[in-house]
């Protein structure tokens, strides 16, 4: 008998509140809310803990620093997450919490880790959010995958922060494009993510094709109509799914310590969107299984006590997708194995296996 492949899989196109434990709590209403509708899995956007800095050029020019800049970059290391890993980044000793210990402390970091395998646990969804993970005295943009029974199975850093970007973040290593495998609703599934404009890199989407991920994830920070398009290549070129989540930011809703310097938001339309959304799904022959979505926010006007709140549901697309669906588009043309040439053409990653993680 044919294995039942369905999924259920959900983006939530949601706001980087005020503070980190405002974040975590909507974070939280959110995958409630998903999980009362049969998700198994959702995506968050890129920077989601600790914020996307979106119109803050942090008091910097070429050759030059104002003072109110360096104010702006210690106000969002502090807003940033300390998920216990080192700034070489640890890997699987991170994962299975081999890392000594603080003293007199149960776990490293700040608890955000914690947090969020013991809402995955009780809630039963595989959460992927977006990261601004402080490590040592460097912010890197992460992604963490964490499993309702396992907890986090892996966590990586953009290895290359986009244009102004590498101002404030560090390289991340390329060994965390590690794919991970995992079982939800008794299907095998076997995932990874690139971070915003690393879709724009063809050889960093082949390290992801050629682990034979069937679960594609990309957060990211770009709300152009130009962001659909590549999502459908990306899901075509690899036959795989595709989820994105964006977030959705008026420009009244940036921190006050970007706009401050700027002459606040009075001067400006504190309504403008500086990021309209965009979140999508797509399957493995391009098609659009959720349009994007725009000027919608999980996180905007949702009520706490209420996980069906209709403000959550306008800005979180769901869709049941059935895995086998990949296999099949593989039938005429396969870049993971049979169309990818390797005879011809050559791919390594420092530090990382390109082989499909074990089943």
Not at 185 to 205: D, F, K
Not at 271 to 278: A, H, Q
Request: glycine share 10%; charged share 25%; with cysteine.
């Amino acid at each position: 008998m044919p294995q039942n492949l369905t999924l259920t899989v959900a983006v939530a196109q949601a706001s980087t509140q005020p503070t980190l434990s405002a974040t975590l709590e909507a974070l939280g209403r959110t995958t409630r809310h998903a999980a009362a509708k049969g998700v198994h899995l959702i995506l968050f956007p890129e920077a989601y803990l600790g914020g996307y800095p979106r119109t803050c050029d942090f008091g910097m020019v070429i050759g030059a620093r104002l003072p109110h800049g360096r104010d702006q970059f210690l106000e969002y290391f502090n807003a940033a997450v300390d998920l216990g890993d080192t700034p070489a980044g640890a890997g699987d000793d991170w994962v299975d919490r081999k890392l000594p210990l603080p003293r007199a402390k149960e776990y490293r970091g700040d608890g955000t880790r914690e947090y969020l395998e013991k809402l995955s646990r009780e809630t039963g969804v595989f959460i992927v959010c977006g990261v601004i993970e402080r490590a040592g005295s460097s912010l890197y943009c992460s992604v963490i995958y964490v499993d309702p029974r396992d907890g986090a199975l892996g966590k990586r850093r953009k290895v290359m922060p986009t244009a102004s970007e590498r101002m404030i973040w560090a390289q991340g290593s390329p060994s965390t494009l590690k794919a991970v495998a995992t079982e939800l609703n008794g299907v095998r599934v076997t995932l990874a993510a690139a971070i915003c404009w690393e879709n724009y890199m063809p050889l960093l989407r082949q390290s992801l094709y050629s682990q034979n991920v069937n679960l594609y994830l990309a957060p990211t920070a770009d709300s152009r109509d130009t962001w659909l398009p590549l999502m459908r290549a990306v899901a075509t070129e690899g036959r795989t799914f595709v989820l994105s989540a964006n977030q959705c930011v008026r420009r009244r809703e940036l921190p006050g310590w970007i706009t401050a310097p700027q002459g606040g938001v009075a001067e400006a339309d504190g309504d403008e969107y500086v990021s309209r959304g965009g979140s999508c799904i797509v399957g493995p022959l391009g098609d659009v299984l959720c349009e994007p979505i725009w000027e919608v926010s999980t996180d905007r006007g949702a009520d706490a006590s209420d996980v069906n709140d209709p403000a959550i549901a306008a800005a979180l697309s769901i869709a049941e997708i059935d895995l086998d669906d990949c296999q099949r588009g593989k039938l005429d043309i396969d870049v993971t194995g049979g169309s990818s040439r390797s005879d011809a053409f050559k791919l390594t990653v420092e530090g990382l296996d390109l082989n499909p993680p074990p089943q």
